[in-house]
Every structure is written in C-alpha cells, then in structure tokens.
C-alpha cells in the first residue's frame, strides 16, 4: 500500500510540474524565438555573416573610389558630348565588381539591390540593415580617400563625383540643373528599370542557373548602364549629374562637402526605395510560367473568318494526341 502510494505521488509530481510552468515558459520562448527567427537575429552571432558585411563594405569603397574617378575622367576629357562614355564606364566597372561579389555577399554593393532583396526574402531584415550600414560606411571611405587625393578644382567643378540636382559643383549652381521633383521622377523610373530587367533575372534561380553567372551579371550591368544613359539624356540639363541608383554613393560627397549636395540627398533616398516598393508589388504578381505555344489555333485570320467551332474541334482533336511529339510547348 505504502509503495503504491509513494509510486502515485513520482507520478503525479512531474505532470503536476509539466502542466503548469513549462507550458508557459515554452509559450514564451516560442513567441520570442519566432519574432527572432523572422528578423533574423540569429544571424548576428554567425562569423560568415560579418564576413559578408565586411566585403560589402569594402566592394562598396573601392567602387565608390573606381567609378568615381572614373566618371570624372570622362566628365573631364576634350569630349564635347560625353554621353557614351559614362555609360561605358557604368557598364565596365559595374560588371567587373558583380561577377566577384555576388558569390561572396549577393553583390549588393547599394541599399537599393539590399533592399528590395530584403522585401522579397533573399536576406534577413537583420542582415540588410548590416549590409546598408556596411555600405554607407564604405562610401564614406571610398569617398575621403578620393577627397584626399583629388586635385581640388576637380572636385569642386564634379562635387567628388557625387549626386548633385542643383547646379554642377559645390556652390554654383548657375547651370540650372534640374528641379527636386523631376529628379525624384527619374530616380524612381530609372531604378524601377533596373530593378525589373536586372533583379527579375537575377532573383529568377532556374533562369539564373541556366544562363550562368557572366550573363547575369552582364543584364545588371547593361541595365544600369541604361538607366545611366537615359537620365543623362533625357534631361539634357547640365548641372544635372544623372541618376545615383546607388543612395550610398550620394552619402559620402553629401557628408563630405555638403551645400546643394545635403539638401538634395533625399532625393537619392526617397526615388528608389519608392521604386522597390512598386516593383516589388509587379513582381508578386508576375506569371510563373512563360506564354504556352498553341500551334496556330488562335490565328488571326481564323478568328476573322469566324471559325471558333474549328478552333474547338481542332484543339479537342489534339487533346487526344497529347503522345504525338509536337514543335510547340505543351502546359
């Protein structure tokens, strides 16, 4: 009897410690282990994502430093319509620093690409804001060290190369340049051209495999060098430096020199974080599946000849011949 008893009461000790306590704490471990998970806090106490962080800050330098200098050159060459070269450079340089950097950190090197990549799930929120602040910070540095070794005039005339809406240089502003509100239209049109040929593809993992890593970041590149293109010429404004698509590589010339440069960098902020926003609204509901080759049935002339009965019967017909092999894309 005793034994028996005793035998009840290590029974009911532990159900009796199961039901009350440990459901609550597990309760409250849960919750916070999703609100962790879903920003991806866990990712702060991984090594390889401070790795990444770090090479992102140090791509971002160097092609703030790289295609700085090198928009200047262009800028500043006998050309008298330098509106090819630009590009050219964007272009080069862009393409060079994608084909390293996206098998190391995704190859964002811009809040923008880190950004939207964060809206569609490719990064934790956790690691996107690392990656922006890695990448303001890299600026910067890009951007002093160009500072230090630039001959002053230059820039002075270019605003280090930055993105300038006012007028061409840090003071004068006598060019004219190009209203706040223009700029922000062609910002947000510019990057939404980016994000939907370049980011389409690149966030596309079947096509991505299928074209290999050179071509994608060739697409990237060209459709940057684009938008590049277009806000140059589209504008026609002289003091109008063209379209940033990168918000960090207006930070570091906006701290550094400030002026007009401050007072427009919002614009450089608001046009394509506004630009994700939308495309990322378009590219939930973009088709899955490509147009499916019908072999005709809906031809035109058919149509105008009022042939529906035809078109059914035919398309019928060749349900039951779904084991013939066919020269169109079947669903």
């Given at each position: ?11 009911q000790l ?30 702060i ?5 401070w790795k ?10 160097s ?41 190391l ?8 690409f ?17 990656y ?12 002093f ?31 004219g ?21 370049g ?17 994608v ?38 701290l ?5 440069l401050?007072?427009?960098?919002w ?65």
């Open positions: 009897m005793d034994s028996a008893n005793s035998h009840v009461v290590v029974k532990p159900c009796s410690v199961q039901t009350s306590k440990p459901i609550c704490l597990m309760g409250k471990n849960s919750l916070k282990r999703k609100c962790f998970a879903s920003i991806g806090a866990h990712e106490f991984r090594p390889e994502m990444a962080a770090l090479t992102e800050l140090t791509a971002t330098a092609l703030m430093f790289t295609l700085t200098t090198s928009i200047i050159a262009c800028l500043d060459s006998h050309e008298i319509d330098p509106k090819l070269l630009v590009p050219f450079a964007v272009f080069t340089i862009a393409f060079l620093f994608l084909i390293v950097t996206v098998p950190t995704g190859g964002h090197m811009s809040p923008v880190t950004f939207i990549a964060a809206l569609k799930g490719v990064v934790t929120l956790t690691r996107a804001l690392i922006v602040l890695a990448q303001c910070i890299g600026s910067i540095i890009g951007f060290i160009l500072k230090c070794v630039m001959d002053p005039k230059l820039a002075y005339t270019y605003s280090l190369g930055g993105c300038a809406i006012s007028g061409q240089g840090v003071i004068n502003s006598s060019s340049g190009i209203k706040p509100l223009d700029a922000l239209l062609v910002e947000f049109t510019c990057t939404f051209v980016v994000l939907f040929v980011v389409t593809l690149a966030f596309d993992k079947k096509r991505s495999r299928d074209l290999g890593l050179p071509m970041c060739l697409v990237v590149a060209g459709a940057m060098a684009l938008a590049v293109f277009v806000s140059i010429t589209v504008t026609g404004r002289a003091g109008y430096a063209g379209v940033g698509l990168n918000p960090a590589r207006c930070l570091g010339p906006a550094l020199h400030g002026g007009l401050w007072e427009g960098h614009v450089f902020w608001l046009g394509p974080f506004l630009a994700c926003v939308v495309y990322y609204a378009v590219s939930i509901n973009l088709p899955r599946e490509g147009l499916v080759w019908v072999d005709g049935e809906y031809d035109v002339l058919k149509l105008a000849l009022g042939s529906c009965g035809n078109v059914h019967n035919t398309s019928v017909s060749k349900d039951h011949q779904l084991e013939e092999p066919s020269a169109g894309f079947q669903v």
